[in-house]
């Protein structure tokens, strides 16, 4: 389970620096920036929210547990 959310914490951060990268390219060869960029932030929160979903999935399925603060300290 933690190699999945390590790979989906990888191309969230990939396609942040992809959207980047087309925000700070431009559209020098005639071509639109902001198609590109949009396209890239748009697989960003898709995986986001699929990460989120997996996540509360695992925890419902009983495959992960709360690691919270322990009581009485």
Same mark, same amino acid.
């Given at each position: 389970?933690?190699? !999945?959310?390590?790979?989906? +914490? !990888?191309?969230?951060?990939?396609?942040?620096?992809?959207? =980047? +990268? +087309?925000?700070?390219? =431009?559209? =020098?060869?005639?071509?639109?920036?902001?198609?590109?960029?949009?396209?890239?932030?748009?697989?960003?929160? !898709? @995986?986001? @929210?699929?990460?989120?979903?997996?996540?509360?999935?695992?925890? !419902? +399925?009983?495959?992960?547990?709360?690691?919270?603060?322990?009581?009485?300290?």
């Amino acid at each position: 389970m933690s190699i !999945a959310i390590g790979i989906a +914490f !990888a191309l969230i951060l990939g396609a942040l620096v992809l959207a =980047g +990268f +087309f925000m700070v390219r =431009g559209g =020098g060869d005639g071509g639109s920036k902001g198609g590109q960029m949009m396209r890239a932030l748009a697989v960003r929160i !898709a @995986v986001s @929210v699929a990460l989120f979903a997996l996540i509360l999935l695992a925890w !419902a +399925f009983g495959w992960i547990q709360p690691a919270g603060l322990p009581l009485g300290r």
